[in-house]
């Protein structure tokens, strides 16, 4: 049986100088740490899928912008706990996540309405493992 992987595409906003590929880096680092994440790659400044506005504000100065994320989809909710916590040491930043073209900002402010928000993106983007029903077994034979 294939396990079936989401992808999470992170930014930082709002994108800083040089040092965005240490702090990027150190990121990268705290996610592969974990469980079931099979992939932390970094977005290049000259991604085709990066906004335009990034590389403008980031004066294409930077090499990366961000990271892509390749991971079980279960384990989305583990990498989220790990971004919550890195905001909060970032203060003034956001950490932009963006999973089948839906948008979640988490930042070190997470007021209730945040918090509601975050669990609505989690649970439209969570999937639990498939276990065998009763009736199948695991070979599915």
């Excluded at 100088?17 to 079931?36: K, T, Y």
């Excluded at 504000?57 to 990271?67: E, T, W």
């Excluded at 390749?70 to 203060?91: D, G, H």
């Excluded at 932009?96 to 839906?102: K, L, N, P, S």
């Amino acid at each position: 049986m294939k396990r079936e992987m989401a992808t999470a595409r992170l930014t930082l906003d709002p994108p800083g100088s040089n040092g965005d590929e240490i702090i990027i880096a150190a990121l990268r680092q705290d996610l592969l740490s974990l469980p079931d994440v099979k992939r932390v790659d970094p977005i290049p400044v000259e991604d085709p899928e990066t906004d335009g506005v990034l590389n403008k504000k980031s004066g294409a100065a930077i090499g990366i912008v961000g990271i892509t994320v390749t991971l079980a989809p279960f384990a989305l909710r583990k990498a989220v706990s790990v971004l919550q916590i890195w905001a909060e040491r970032q203060k003034a930043r956001t950490i932009i996540m963006e999973v089948e073209g839906e948008r979640l900002e988490i930042n070190a402010s997470s007021n209730r309405e945040q918090r509601q928000a975050m669990e609505l993106f989690l649970q439209r983007h969570t999937r639990t493992p498939e276990l065998p029903s009763r009736n199948e077994s695991p070979t599915g034979d």
